[in-house]
T-cell receptor, first 115, second 111 residues
């Protein structure tokens, strides 16, 4: 079974621009979560989507947004980029069964550099 | 708010020298505790999920255990290929599917 895929793998942008990152979950996984990883803060939760609905959102400004499509693929968007947005953006997918916690499987990440 | 603290921040071992990594957590109702391994420049790789105190899981040279306040990742006779950052995360009943991660332990195993 193919794993979580993320595109692009690397991005270089300048301050003020916007960027869109894409994530394709493992086949059959309907929940997609996004995380930001930086050396100082570690892994921080951005948001989670299921059935095209955002169910939870982390403590990030409104410049960070996302969406999920009917095939469970997801995108996240960052507008008006700041230097501090430079990070590894990770997508994770999981099954949803309503009972035991579902393991989240991560993609390789998108490395965003803001100049 | 869920909190996870991992120790030590970094650990250097000789090949074959067994040791343990610690993950202390504070949650309001644990749904699950997760261990991941992350190599430089890659996404975290899933290792174990633990659900309740007293549970243990093993995989090759790794064994994870769970109490009501902490989890340990025991590494027996490590090899250089076990070098990586090991991440611990929790999901609580009130977290709405969010994982809260610790900062990780950077393990280096020298040959």
């Amino acid at each position: 079974k193919a794993g979580v895929t993320q595109t692009p793998r690397y991005l270089i942008k300048t301050r003020g621009q916007q960027v869109t990152l894409s994530c394709s979950p493992i086949s059959g996984h309907r929940s997609v979560s996004w995380y930001q990883q930086t050396p100082g803060q570690g892994l921080q939760f951005l948001f989670e989507y299921f059935s095209e609905t955002q169910r939870n959102k982390g403590n990030f400004p409104g410049r960070f947004s996302g969406r999920q499509f009917s095939n469970s693929r997801s995108e996240m968007n960052v507008s008006t980029l700041e230097l501090g947005d430079s990070a590894l953006y990770l997508c994770a997918s999981s099954l949803v069964n309503g009972g035991a916690p579902d393991t989240q499987y991560f993609g390789p990440g998108t490395r965003l550099t803001v100049l | 708010e869920d909190q996870v603290t991992q120790s030590p921040e970094a650990l250097r071992l000789q090949e074959g020298e067994s040791s343990s990594l610690n993950c202390s957590y504070t949650v309001s109702g644990l749904r699950g505790l997760f261990w991941y391994r992350q190599d430089p420049g890659k996404g975290p790789e899933f290792l174990f999920t633990l659900y309740s105190a007293g549970e243990e899981k093993e995989k090759e040279r790794l064994k994870a255990t769970l109490t009501k306040k902490e989890s340990f990742l025991h590494i027996t006779a490590p090899k250089p290929e076990d070098s990586a950052t090991y991440l611990c995360a929790v999901q609580s009943r009130g977290s709405n599917y969010k994982l809260t991660f610790g900062k990780g332990t950077l393990l280096t195993v020298n040959p």
